[in-house]
């Protein structure tokens, strides 16, 4: 559905789909993360009408600039988050959308420490694992608050909220029998991405980024993306005899179909999977 299809004032994120009730106040246009939703090309519902006049029917939102949203905009503008490691960059982004949609146009002062705790109960019904992640994410964003002077020092609510515990799935080592099957049954660039797991010991992000400069014939320097720690870390047996019969096809060992970069992280975990 196009968005000229839309009831006017509703507006449908190229991003991710997500639809959006935006008027002009006076100067200001105010965008707010609707309730109703549905994908694109389906009759619009007539809920989201109901949820459309509720809205122009509303007084203006909190002012532009004092929103979650805003301060989750201009953290993902600043150098701290740029400097952050590329997969983590990518994982907090993931916690910052679902942020803005769900809170994003309620104002930080307006956040107490019993909705942090009622939020983090919600998230951790359906993953206690991903309610912790988003508990961490959601007290950088507050601190950021604080910097932005729209909180004053220490009032940061969700600061000193604990994390969920829970039973933690020990990780084990892959058996003999599970190592031998793979390197009989993996395609050549997912096996000698095995065998750089393997043998390395490293993120599956840093063996991405390996290139073959950094491969001396005996060894790889690695410096973790994590970390920042520089490596030098020699190759078993399996590695090298990977190595070497494998095709030098970019800079890259793990390169892409294009041969124009790295092997994808998606594209890595399913030749995994």
Known sequence: MKGRDLPSYIHRRKRDGKLFFR???GAKIVEIPLQTQFPAGDPVPFALHQERERM?????PVAEGKTVTH???RYERSDDFANLAPRTKADYRQHLDFLQDKIGHLQPKA???HHVIKWRDTWAKKSPHKANYRLRVLKIV???AIDFGLLPTGGNRAKGVSEVKYEKKERLPWPTEM???????AEPRTRLLFELLLGTGQRIGDVLKMKWSDFDGEAISVRQGKTKANLWIPAPQMLLQALG???RSSVFILTNQAKTGPWSYRGAADGMM
């Open 23 to 25: 008027k002009r106040y």
């Open 56 to 60: 122009l029917n509303a007084p203006m």
């Open 71 to 73: 301060v989750i905009e």
């Open 111 to 113: 956040i107490e420490r």
């Open 142 to 144: 507050m601190e950021r």
């Open 179 to 185: 190592i031998d099957a793979a390197r009989e049954n």
């Open 245 to 247: 019969s494998a095709q």
